[in-house]
C-alpha cells in the first residue's frame, strides 16, 4: 500500500507537470477551502462513475474537427490532452486509449515531440499498475526522443526537462534517491531554464523539497513546502490534494496528529472539490484510518478504511468496468502495427507468387546476357591490351631511336666543336709566338718608336678573348642546358669553375685547357682540384664521368 502511495503521488505529480495549464477553468482561480474537523465521504456513487461536465466531449469534437480539416498535428495533441484528462480522472481504459491512438497517429506522420508525450503517459498509467519496468522504459524512450529533439535543434529542452523531472519522481518512488536528485539536477541545468514560468519552476521546487524530506532533512523540508504551497493555492489549487498529504504524511511522522489529520482532511476536500487527482484520494484515507486507530478513534478509522476500500475497486480492481480492458493490456498500437505488417506480408506474397512465374525465364535471360557481355568484354579487353603493348612498344622504340640520334648529334657537335677548340689552340698558340717575338723585338729596340708593336700586342689579347667567346658561344648552342643543369645542382659555381667544367666535358687535357685559358697547366690542375671539391667528389669518382652527366 506505501507503494500504492507513492504511484499515486508520481501519478499526481506528473500529469500536473505535464499539462500546467488548466484547460478546465480553474487557471487563476484559488481554493476557499472551509475548515474541516471532521470526515467527508465521497459520494462513491455519483463521484467517480458520472461524467463531470462536457471537456471531454469539447476535446473529443475537436479532435474530430482536426482531423477534417488536415491538421494531424493538432489533433494529436488534442488525443495527448483527452488522455491525461482520463487519467487525471481516473477512467484509465479511456486515457490509454487515446494515448495508443496518439502514438499511432504520431507514427504515422513521424513527429517525435508528440511520440514522447505519448510515450511519457503511457508509462503513468503503466506505473499505476505496478507494472515499473514496462513505466520505466516509456519514461526512457519519451527522453531519447527528446534529447534527439534538443540535439538537432527541433525541439525545446523545457520539455527534455519534463523528462529529467518524471525520471527523478520514478526513481524515488523506487527509493532510489541518489539517482532522483541527480535527474533533478538535470532539470535545473537545460539551457532555458531561466524562461521556465515559474509555476512550473514550483513542482521542480516541490519536489526538491520532498527528497530533502526522504532524505531525513524534514525540518528543512517543511517551510519549502509551505512555501510552494502558497504558489499552488494560487495558480494550481487542484494540485492541493497532493500537496495537504504529503504534509500530513510529514505530520505524521513528526507525531503532530492534530495537523496531520488537518491536512489529510484538507486533501479529500480539494479532491472532492476538483474531483481531481482522484487516483490519490483512496490512500489518503487509509492514512487517515491509520491516524484514527493511532488516536484510538476506531470508528472513524473504519469508516475511512471502508472508504479507501471501495474506491480502491474502483479504480483498480480488475472487475471494476473502468478498468477490466486495461489490465488486459490490450495494446491497440501494436495490434495495429501487427495487423499493417501482416497485409503488408500478404501482399509481398501474393506478389511473389505472380512474379514466380517469370522468374526462371528473367533469370535465364539475365545469365544468357550476362555471359555474352562478359565474352564479349573479354574479347574488348584482349583486343584494347594487345593494342596498348603494341603501341607501347612503337612508342619505345621511336623514343630510343630519337635519343640514339640525339646523342650521335651531340657527339658530332661536341667532336666539331672539340675541332674547332684545338684549332683555336693552334691558333693562340701562334699568336703567342708571335706575341712573344713581338715583345723581344720590342726590347731589342728599346728607346724608339714601339707604338705600332704595342698595337699589334693588343690586337692579339683583343683576340684571344673573341676566340673565347666564339667558343663559349658554341658550346652553349651545343650543350643548351649544360650550364643551366650545373647552377640548379650547384649554385656556388663561379664562372671561372663554369669554363673549366665546359672543357672537362670536351675532355680538354690539362696542357690544351693552360693554352686555352692563358695559364699554366699548374693552374689548371689547381683549378680542377678545387673543382672536384666544390662538386663533393671523391678520389675514386672522376671529374669527366661526373661532368658528362650534366
Not at 535471360?365 to 574488348?380: D, N, R
Request: proline share 2%.
Amino acid at each position: 500500500m506505501v507503494a500504492l502511495t507513492l504511484r499515486c503521488l508520481f501519478i499526481s505529480i506528473a500529469f500536473n507537470f505535464l499539462y500546467p495549464m488548466d484547460l478546465w477553468g480553474n487557471q487563476n482561480h484559488p481554493i476557499q477551502l472551509p475548515q474541516v474537523s471532521n470526515l467527508q465521504l465521497f459520494d462513491l456513487e455519483n463521484d467517480f462513475n458520472a461524467e463531470q461536465d462536457s471537456i471531454p466531449e469539447n476535446l473529443e469534437r475537436a479532435y474530430k474537427q482536426y482531423l477534417e480539416n488536415g491538421d494531424s498535428l493538432q489533433a494529436i495533441r488534442i488525443l495527448n490532452n483527452l488522455a491525461g484528462f482520463y487519467s487525471n480522472r481516473a477512467n484509465y481504459d479511456k486515457s490509454y486509449e487515446a494515448y495508443w491512438k496518439a502514438l499511432l497517429l504520431s507514427d504515422e506522420m513521424n513527429n517525435l515531440e508528440t511520440k514522447a508525450a505519448a510515450y511519457n503517459g503511457i508509462g503513468i498509467l503503466y506505473s499505476l499498475y505496478e507494472r515499473r519496468e514496462e513505466a520505466l522504459d516509456y519514461y526512457l524512450k519519451a527522453l531519447e526522443l527528446r534529447r534527439n529533439l534538443v540535439m538537432e535543434n527541433l525541439g525545446s529542452d523545457l520539455l527534455l526537462a519534463r523528462s529529467y523531472f518524471s525520471l527523478a519522481i520514478h526513481y524515488r518512488y523506487e527509493k532510489e534517491f541518489k539517482t532522483a536528485r541527480n535527474y533533478l539536477d538535470s532539470c535545473y541545468n537545460v539551457r532555458s531554464w531561466d524562461s521556465i514560468p515559474a509555476l512550473n519552476k514550483a513542482f521542480y521546487d516541490l519536489e526538491g523539497a520532498f527528497l530533502q524530506y526522504h532524505f531525513g532533512e524534514i525540518e528543512a523540508s517543511i517551510p519549502q513546502i509551505l512555501q510552494q504551497l502558497q504558489i499552488f493555492e494560487s495558480y494550481k489549487s487542484q494540485y492541493l490534494v497532493v500537496i495537504y498529504s504529503f504534509l500530513g504524511d510529514i505530520y505524521y511522522d513528526t507525531r503532530n496528529f492534530e495537523q496531520s489529520e488537518y491536512y489529510y482532511l484538507m486533501s479529500l476536500h480539494a479532491g472532492k472539490h476538483f474531483m481531481k487527482h482522484l487516483n490519490f484520494v483512496p490512500d489518503v484515507y487509509i492514512k487517515l484510518s491509520r491516524l484514527y486507530a493511532k488516536t484510538e478513534k476506531f470508528e472513524s478509522a473504519f469508516e475511512s478504511l471502508k472508504q479507501a476500500n471501495e474506491i480502491n475497486y474502483i479504480l483498480y480492481s480488475s472487475r471494476s468496468p473502468n478498468n477490466r480492458h486495461l489490465l488486459e493490456i490490450q495494446d491497440n498500437y501494436r495490434i495495429e502495427k501487427s495487423k499493417i505488417e501482416q497485409l503488408a506480408k500478404e501482399k509481398r506474397l501474393a506478389s511473389l507468387e505472380h512474379e514466380q512465374s517469370v522468374w526462371f525465364l528473367k533469370s535465364l535471360i539475365f545469365v544468357i546476357g550476362m555471359v555474352f557481355i562478359l565474352i564479349v568484354g573479354i574479347l574488348i579487353v584482349r583486343f584494347l591490351i594487345v593494342k596498348h603493348r603494341a603501341e607501347k612498344k612503337i612508342l619505345e622504340n621511336n623514343r630510343m631511336l630519337e635519343q640514339k640520334q640525339s646523342r650521335e648529334i651531340l657527339e658530332i657537335k661536341n667532336k666539331e666543336l672539340t675541332a674547332f677548340t684545338i684549332q683555336l689552340i693552334e691558333k693562340e698558340e701562334m699568336l703567342a709566338n708571335i706575341k712573344t717575338e713581338l715583345k723581344a723585338q720590342k726590347k731589342a729596340a728599346e728607346g724608339k718608336d714601339n707604338r705600332d708593336i704595342e698595337k699589334i700586342i693588343r690586337k692579339i689579347d683583343h683576340n684571344s678573348n673573341q676566340y673565347w667567346e666564339e667558343f663559349e658561344a658554341r658550346f652553349i648552342a651545343v650543350n643548351n642546358q649544360f650550364y643551366e643543369n650545373l647552377k640548379k645542382e650547384f649554385p656556388k659555381l663561379s664562372p671561372y669553375d663554369l669554363k673549366i667544367c665546359a672543357l672537362v666535358k670536351l675532355n680538354f687535357s690539362g696542357k690544351e685547357m693552360a693554352k686555352l685559358l692563358g695559364i699554366s697547366v699548374e693552374s689548371v690542375n689547381t683549378s680542377r682540384y678545387r673543382l672536384r671539391k666544390k662538386l663533393g667528389l671523391n678520389r675514386e669518382e672522376g671529374l669527366w664521368e661526373f661532368i658528362s652527366k650534366f
